[in-house]
């Protein structure tokens, strides 16, 4: 293929695209019922986020969602935030997901820690229906919250399930999270169950998290019962290392109906958590009914998703894309999961599990695309990927060599799905369409129902330049709200404030004058992303600043241009201001390293610390990660910071410096 550059052709649709995909056939049927005409995607973009109304009962009719009481709108008001979907409606998520039974594999389940787990669609209904009833058993009822310490594991899906078909409201988190990051998110929920592994394996490594979990329940006061899958040590649950603990056996030992508690369409489904850059990770709140809607969108009309197909995203139970994969399941796609390390016992491992399963939709982060391209690898010819029609790529953006790569490496014919959104909305605002064209480093358009512009600074549309993606209509999986937010104004702070009325992502997007794609630049807040696991600035300095040598610091995650990125994941830069008599020596960076291990993730260990004389902060005290940020990036000072604004007028100096070393 040769040097790719950006903007170039690598995918067009075939002729036969609007017949044969689901996208197509969903418009033809819009078509023939509305009386509209939408020859084109662009046509079809514009009439879904102009008549809100129809585009959504358009989902609602074409993929049978069931309510049990009837709405009596679609949309009865559209201001952001406030938006009020479907109002009247019951229905529950669950049951949309278990609708479709039988003898076909529903879940295929890959790991490092045991052999291969496999359950049917039958099988999966049996097992939600036992987990339903053992967590009734435990005292769980409509609108408690049940919490997962779980990897990506068919189980951590049963329990899920159950606790959606019960109207109780899930949350997880990775067992590679520390005590403190996993504490800090799920206390604010109040949970009254737990369920956990007892540890795992990460390639060849064992790791065992029963001092973990231990330390986390008790920072968890009211917790009612605990259980515990038996994964690290299958011979069953030590009792001694977890006492008064329920096993997973036990939680599921006695059969049961399968039954769907009728929820209102906004009930709490699940909480995610934002990066918690300025405090406390948010506790973002998603409704049965909007991610229902979102999924079922997604699913069918952008990747083109059904009951043939087997869909598997690279990801982790602390990541939405969890979430984002097991609601394949609302098409009656066979899932597969995988928990381990990617890279072990090398880059094709990933790849294997691709080929040996017969993915025909295969997602991963662009940073793993971009380390298999450096190891020079080429699945392609290396495994048998003839089932493979997709290759989601999400978490970052994908640089035009990435998009060659994957052409010329992977599979010339696949559609490559770039995509971006956010936890926030547990979905995609951009992403492809099986009837759009692809070129290389651009996401082909704005999602069908999604209002997506670029704002410059005044507020006004942009193209063809850098501005902040904003939305500025409603979507249903728009957060409910944030948990503890009575009155709202956290979740109002966190969209709504720089454009009244209208979402502000903290992306930065740039729609391309000649096409009307999207390009996406990166963050424009301070988030920290490393290989998947989304990290707040906050978190991270609660850990650093209680080393002892470190008074003070500041965390950049700065992007690095292609061909430096080495890792593919940017580099993660720690700028400590040191204690009276301290040195920045080894055994200081050891402590520093080890606490941030311990506590946060092995991933957000830094690539480098910087002694610096005081913490860059705004006359109100706000640590300046952003404009830090820029400065390394590239970015000329002034204008990224306005010296007036600051405590210290000379505190970006520092930065300055080793950007032009």
């Not at 002729?15 to 819009?30: C, H, K, Y």
């Not at 990770?281 to 009951?307: S, T």
């Not at 992306?507 to 807040?525: K, N, Q, Y």
Request: glycine share 10%.
């Amino acid at each position: 293929m040769g040097e790719v550059v950006a903007g170039q052709l690598l995918w067009s649709p075939p002729d036969d695209a609007r017949a044969t995909s689901r996208v197509g056939r969903f418009l033809d049927e819009v078509e023939r019922r509305r009386g509209v005409s939408l020859p084109t995607y662009a046509d079809a973009h514009a009439w879904s986020v102009d008549d809100l109304d129809a585009f959504w009962s358009e989902i609602v009719d074409q993929f049978d969602v069931r309510f049990v009481d009837p709405p009596t709108a679609v949309l009865a008001d559209e201001s952001m935030p406030g938006a009020v979907w479907f109002p009247g409606a019951t229905l529950n998520y669950a049951e949309h997901a278990l609708r479709r039974r039988g003898g076909a594999r529903a879940i295929v389940g890959r790991s490092q820690s045991r052999d291969e787990v496999t359950l049917t669609h039958d099988e999966l209904a049996d097992q939600v229906a036992r987990a339903a009833a053992g967590l009734r058993r435990l005292g769980v009822e409509r609108g408690d919250r049940v919490v997962g310490y779980l990897p990506n594991v068919p189980e951590t899906i049963v329990a899920f399930l159950a606790c959606a078909s019960l109207g109780a409201v899930w949350s997880s988190c990775a067992p590679e999270f520390g005590v403190a990051a996993v504490v800090d998110r799920v206390r604010q929920i109040e949970p009254s169950v737990l369920l956990v592994v007892d540890g795992y394996r990460y390639g060849a490594k064992a790791i065992d998290r029963a001092t973990e979990v231990s330390q986390i329940r008790a920072g968890l006061p009211t917790l009612r019962a605990t259980v515990v899958l038996p994964y690290l040590d299958a011979a069953g649950v030590d009792r001694e290392r977890f006492p008064d603990a329920t096993s997973w056996q036990e939680l599921l030992s006695e059969p049961a109906e399968l039954t769907f508690e009728p929820v209102p369409f906004d009930h709490p489904l699940y909480v995610l958590y934002s990066s918690g850059t300025t405090g406390l990770p948010k506790a973002i709140v998603h409704g049965h009914g909007g991610i229902l809607l979102e999924h079922l969108k997604i699913h069918a009309l952008h990747h083109d998703l059904g009951e043939e197909d087997v869909f598997c995203w690279f990801t982790t139970t602390g990541w939405m894309m969890w979430n984002y994969l097991v609601s394949g399941l609302l098409v009656g796609t066979q899932l597969v999961t995988f928990d381990g390390d990617p890279g072990h016992p090398d880059l094709m491992t990933l790849w294997r599990l691709a080929a040996e399963t017969g993915c025909t939709l295969f997602g991963v982060g662009a940073p793993f695309l971009m380390n298999s391209r450096r190891a020079g690898l080429t699945p392609g010819t290396e495994v048998d990927l003839s089932a493979l029609r997709s290759v989601g790529s999400t978490g970052a953006p994908l640089p035009p060599e990435g998009f060659g790569w994957v052409y010329e490496h992977v599979k010339a014919d696949v559609l490559l799905t770039s995509a971006s959104g956010g936890t926030d909305v547990c979905s995609a605002f951009v992403a492809g369409s099986p009837l759009l064209p692809v070129h290389a480093g651009e996401i082909p358009g704005a999602c069908l129902g999604a209002d997506v512009r670029a704002f410059d600074p005044d507020g006004d549309p942009v193209v063809g330049q850098r501005g902040e993606l904003v939305i500025t209509r409603p979507m249903p999986s728009m957060p409910v709200g944030f948990w503890n937010d009575p009155d709202g104004s956290r979740y109002r702070e966190a969209y709504f404030e720089d454009f009244p009325g209208v979402w502000r992502h903290g992306d930065w997007l740039e729609v391309t004058a000649e096409r009307g794609t999207m390009v996406i630049t990166g963050r424009s807040d301070a988030t920290l992303n490393r290989g998947g696991v989304r990290m707040g600035t906050s978190e991270f300095y609660a850990v650093v600043e209680d080393v002892p040598g470190i008074a003070d610091s500041l965390v950049v995650h700065r992007e690095l241009p292609a061909d430096e990125d080495r890792t593919g994941a940017g580099e993660l830069l720690l700028f400590v201001v040191l204690a009276e008599d301290a040195a920045l020596d080894d055994a200081l960076r050891g402590a520093l390293a080890s606490a941030i291990r311990a506590s946060l993730s092995p991933r957000h260990v830094p690539d480098a610390v910087h002694a610096i004389p005081v913490v860059p902060r705004t006359i109100s005290g706000k640590k300046m990660e952003v404009p830090a940020k820029r400065i390394l990036e590239g970015d000329p000072l002034e204008q990224v910071a306005n010296p007036g604004a600051m405590q210290d007028p000379t505190a970006l100096d520092a930065f300055v410096a080793l950007a032009t070393s």
